[in-house]
Structures are given as structure tokens and as C-alpha cells.
């Protein structure tokens, strides 16, 4: 049995999903069964610029997945499946998905590609369990500038000594001088 012909505007759309996939930093695939167009617009809203939330056909999404390089998404093509194609900051989009998914349980998250590879639904809700990167990077450098204080103190430490000891030795010397030298 031959291939059909495929149509130029489905090579069109799955060469956009292709492009898409290989161009996010991660992939989170929902289903929006029950979600009303306002709810998925504040949800569209809700996840930045950075990040598009796409409603795609299985059938050409799964394509585009596997063009992309993308194996172990077959199973999650299951039913309305939207694609959120994260450009920016991969916690802050699961997080926003997250806390959406609490507002309105009619999203559910299936799960998604990150860095590649095929993630589940609970790798996902672990992802946005995380800090914000920003948060994660002031905790880095409060942890190098303690650090750095602890290393300046021990390099000081020895100058310190050496400035009291030199103290010291000139109160004893000059409480063990007679009177006379003392008053010259």
C-alpha cells in the first residue's frame, strides 16, 4: 500500500512544530479537555512571552516530535493535546502551568521533553517545585561571598597576630625600663 501524498499544508505546519521543538528549552504537553477560550487565553497570558502554548493535532505533532529527535512522547498524543514551548525560564513556565492546573483541574499535565529527553507529568511538577533561577543564583553568590569572607579573615588573621604580639612586646618592654629612661 503507497503513502499518500502529503499535504503542503500539514508539511508546512509539522515543519513548524519541528522547528519549534529543536528551538525550546522544554516542551510540556497538557490536555485541555473542559477549558473554556478565556481560560486558555489567561493561561497563554499567565505563561509569559518567552513561552507559546500551542493546541496541535496528535497525528502532526507526534511527527514534528520525531523529526526533532524526540523519542518517548508516542503515549502522551492521546487526546486534545496542547504543546507549551518554553524559550525562557523552564521552572517558571512549569510553575505557571502548576499553578494553573490548581485553579482549573480541567488541565492536566501529561508530561514533556526537557533538555531532550522525554520527561513525566511528576519530573514536570518537580521542575517547578524548584527555586527561580534568579533565586537560585542570589543563593550561589551569598554562598561564594561567605566564603570569600572566611578566606579574607584567614588571610588577616596572621597579620592580626603579628600586630598584637608587636604591641605586646612594646608595653613589656616599657613597663621594664627603670623610671629615669621612661621620663627622658
Request: no cysteine; charged share 25%.
Amino acid at each position: 500500500m503507497a503513502d499518500k501524498p502529503v499535504r503542503a499544508d500539514k508539511a508546512t505546519a509539522v515543519a513548524e512544530l519541528t522547528e519549534r521543538f529543536r528551538d525550546a528549552g522544554a516542551t510540556v504537553l497538557t490536555e485541555y479537555r473542559g477549558l473554556t477560550v478565556a481560560q486558555l487565553t489567561q493561561l497563554r497570558r499567565s505563561l509569559g512571552r518567552e513561552t507559546s502554548y500551542t493546541i496541535a493535532k496528535n497525528t502532526l505533532a507526534k511527527r514534528a516530535a520525531t523529526d526533532a529527535g524526540i523519542d518517548g512522547l508516542d503515549t502522551l498524543f492521546s487526546g486534545p493535546t496542547a504543546l507549551t514551548f518554553v524559550g525562557g525560564d523552564v521552572v517558571e513556565a512549569a510553575k505557571g502551568l502548576r499553578d494553573f492546573a490548581k485553579a482549573n483541574p480541567q488541565l492536566v499535565i501529561k508530561g514533556g521533553v526537557f533538555e531532550g529527553k522525554a520527561i513525566s507529568a511528576s519530573e514536570v511538577t518537580r521542575l517547578a517545585d524548584l527555586e527561580s533561577r534568579e533565586v537560585l543564583l542570589a543563593k550561589l553568590a551569598g554562598a561564594m561571598k561567605g566564603n570569600l569572607s572566611k578566606a579574607a579573615a584567614l588571610f588577616q588573621a596572621p597579620l592580626a597576630k603579628t600586630a598584637r604580639l608587636a604591641a605586646a612586646l612594646q608595653d613589656k618592654r616599657a613597663e621594664g625600663q627603670p623610671a629615669e629612661q621612661a621620663a627622658e
